[in-house]
Every structure is written in structure tokens, then in C-alpha cells.
């Protein structure tokens, strides 16, 4: 008969399966590990109880650090489980970059591999249990992290062009140990888990034990970061509603509406933006310099405040958050047939030029140096200008590239401006 234990991880995955959409594929992170075997046998057990009309494709995926001897027997042993249960593995190698650690390098070698593999809608599924839930907690509690942070890791995200779901983060490590007594299934130890020069190995052989000799430290850790995921949403809300009133656009701030918020919620609607543009955050230290030079800045203030990925500006009264900008190289440039897609060092270019006279197109590109100009609206004007016009920020006018035909400029064209010059046309990707 089935222990409770084993019930209520077959209802959890069975409740993640449903969630699963129609025709995707479902992807299972194998590291060969205990808590992965157990959760692919449960997917493999739960796909088998739906009708076959509604099972979705089943996959395992075994990413590869290479980090030490034994990984070769981790890729062997999941090549060998995964032929006996008939499950499609996917051994991923990849290289790790440790300048911030070896634990965060690995970790974010193999995100960046998850994600790659995912297609539009489908599932990752990952072993993450509640032991591991709390430990996340104090790891980020130790690193000074916030009310997002220390929420911990949530059940459900979106990776890439699909879902990351973890079946079972409410479940004890107890539990799933039974369920692979109960199942005989195999699984390998990796050494390094016992290495305690790792911040999480230290948390989990040290710290855990000693707080759970006093308290039910699992549990309630794992309350405290459902109740900070709460919060963390209530803030999500109210830094929602204040972009809303400051015009929707998070790369964008104007400057007056934003000081007026108190200083908490400065903070607030800058993390926030800086989480839908997919940026990283800033120190503290940093965005409360930030903060003191927008506040101390006029109208067309020049505020520039960088840290590693990302930057502030402010121009015109706005406080603009972008990834940092670079200066092209002079020396560049290359021949156009108009063509979509060519690529530049501003990007590719998402436009197809074209002369109304019909005739075929040859231009040259080349950067903006200055002093340029264009014939635009039956005259010819300083391309300086109408930049101006445009209200194209200054650090972004050299971020330009110029189509030339001969000596005479017949196109404009950035990331915030395309201009064609008499007798010429941009068109879109797909016009």
C-alpha cells in the first residue's frame, strides 16, 4: 500500500502535469541525483495515469558543468536510467564562468542552458523541495537580499519561451527519500555535496541542523518566504499603479511625477522597471546615489549613474534606464542593398530602404560623425538637428548609422529614429 508520504507526491505532480499545456513538451532537469530521479519516475508514473490523447512528449535533460571527476559517471548513469525507462535524454555540456563564484557560475551556465532548449510553451520541470527552499532563504537573508529575494524560489516561473514549474517545493526531503526506498529507484551522491566550503552545503549540514535542535526551522522558514512572496506581489501592484500614472513606459520616467513619490517608492517603481526591461538591479548604495542626483538635478540635468549591465541617464526631465551604451567605432562601415536584417553595430537593422524611382539600391553605411546633411522636406538640413527635433537623447545620436550614395546622405537610421531623405523611403520589416 502507499505511504501517505508517496500520495501526496503523486497528487502534487499529478496537479503540475495538468498545468502542462496540450502538445508541449514536457522537460525534466536530471542531474542524477535523488530528488531528480524521484521526480522523473512520478512524471513518468503520472503521464502513464492520463489518457494517451492528453499525455504530453516526455524529455530529460542532464546538463554537463564537467566541474569535477565524477561527471562522467553522472552522464553515464543518466544515459543508462533514462534507456531503461524509455525516456529521450538530453546530455547539455557547458562552461562555467566562476568570477563570482563556482556555485552562482554553475548556476547560471545551466539556467542559460535550460532556457535554450525550451520552445514556445514548454515545461521545465525542476526537484526543488522545501529543505531547499529554506536554505535558499537563508542564503539570501545572509546576502542582504529583499522582499523579492527572500521570498525565495517561486513555484512557477517563465524561462525563456517557456514555464519553469517545481512539483515539488512543498514536499520534505522525507518524504521523497521514502518514495525512492518504496520505488527501489537508483540514484548517484554527488561528492561535492558534502564539500563545505559551498555556502549551501555549509547551510545545509551546519546551519539547518542546528536550528532545527530548537525550532521547526523548515517549516517556518519556508511560512516566512510564502508570506515575503505575498508582500512582494502587494509591491508589485502598487509599483504597477505608479507607472501606470507615470505613462507606462519603464525605460522612461519623467522626473517631476517621480520625485514626488516618497523615497520608498522611488526605489520601489526603479527595481521594478528595471525588472520588466529584463535589467539587472543596482546596489543600494548605487541606486540611492541615483536617487540623490536626480533629486539635485535641472530640468536637463545630466545624470549618469552606471553599475555592471545596466545605466540611468536624464535628459528633458525624464530618467531614462537602458542597458549601457557604447560608442560605434568610426572605422566601420559596409555596403546595403536595402535589404531587412543587416547587421550593424547599432542592431539589425529592421528596415528595408528603397528609391521611389524604382531603381536598384547601393548605398554605403557608415556612423554618424556630425555635420552631416540631409535633404528632408524639400531642403537640406543638419541631421544634427533634426535629432534634436526628434528629441533623440544626446547618447544615442552617435548610436546612428547614415546611408550614403556617393557624397550625399539618403538615409538616417537608430534606435529611435529612421529618417529617408527626398526621393527615398524606409519601410518596415514586413511592408
Known sequence: MPMAGSIAL?????????????????HVALSGGRDSVVLLHLALCARQRLAPERRPSLAAL??????????????????????????????????????DGLEAGARRARYAAFTEQLACGDVLWMAHHRGDQAETLLLRLMRGAG??????MPYQRSLGRGLLMRPLLAAGSTEIADYARQHDLPWREDPTNQDERFDRNHVRHRVMPALNERWTAEAQLVDSANHLREAGELLGELAAIDLERLGHDPGRLPLVPLLELSRARQRLLIRSCLGRLGLPLPPRARLETLLDQCAEA??????????????????RGALYLQTPTDTMSGEWQCCWQGEVGLD??????????????????????????????????????RVKQLLQEAAVPPWRRDRLVIAWQGDEAVALIGADLALAADGWRLLRAGT
Open 147 to 152: 522582499v523579492a529575494g527572500l521570498a525565495g
Open 344 to 381: 550593424t553595430p547599432v542592431g539589425a537593422l529592421y528596415w528595408r530602404l528603397v528609391r521611389e524611382d524604382g531603381k536598384p539600391v547601393s548605398v554605403r553605411l557608415k556612423p554618424r560623425r556630425g555635420g552631416e546633411r540631409l535633404q528632408y522636406g524639400g531642403r537640406h538640413r
Open 10 to 26: 503523486e497528487r502534487a505532480v499529478d496537479r503540475a502535469l495538468g498545468e502542462v499545456p496540450a502538445g508541449a513538451t514536457l
Open 62 to 99: 542532464h546538463i554537463d558543468h564537467a566541474l569535477q571527476p565524477a561527471a562522467i559517471e553522472f552522464v553515464h548513469f543518466c544515459r543508462t536510467l533514462c534507456h531503461q525507462w524509455a525516456i529521450p535524454l538530453r546530455v547539455i555540456p557547458v562552461t562555467v564562468d566562476a568570477f
Open 298 to 315: 535641472r530640468r536637463d540635468g545630466r545624470v549618469h549613474v552606471g553599475w555592471p549591465g545596466a545605466e540611468a541617464r536624464v535628459w
